[in-house]
Nanobody, 125 residues
Framework: EVQLVESGGGLVQAGGSLRLSCAASGFTFDDYAIGWFRQAPGKEREGVSCISSSDGSTYYADSVKGRFTISSDNAKNTVYLQMNRLKPEDTAVYYC??????????????????WGQGTQVTVSS
């Protein structure tokens, strides 16, 4: 059974930091790219960052570039999203997802096959 389990969300003040984790199981981790998405109330789900499990290459949305860092521990089948200098506009439910597609970075939710249940991140001003 494929599972993606996020953890690490919470309430933090603006300027603070959180680290999200995404633990994957049930599929060959190295064959997939893992993406982080977020969805704020009333807004569409948007791609935040993704990482290729095979070569470690990364992508960031412009809105988080320089503040968020994605990393992967292939021995633990876990992907992390370190979020620094958080802003109130980062408030959303954060999801991790897995895609077998390769060759470029995929940032649309429809490109991803497996999803976690999400973890809430709330940044207060």
């Amino acid at each position: 059974e494929v599972q993606l389990v996020e953890s690490g969300g919470g309430l933090v003040q603006a300027g603070g930091s959180l680290r999200l984790s995404c633990a994957a199981s049930g599929f060959t981790f190295d064959d997939y790219a893992i993406g982080w998405f977020r969805q704020a109330p009333g807004k569409e789900r948007e791609g935040v960052s993704c990482i290729s499990s095979s070569d470690g290459s990364t992508y960031y949305a412009d809105s988080v570039k320089g503040r968020f860092t994605i990393s992967s521990d292939n021995a633990k089948n876990t992907v992390y999203l370190q979020m620094n200098r958080l802003k109130p506009e980062d408030t959303a439910v954060y999801y991790c997802a897995a895609t077998p597609l390769s060759g470029r970075f995929y940032t649309k939710p429809a490109d991803y096959s497996y999803w976690g249940q999400g973890t809430q991140v709330t940044v207060s001003s």
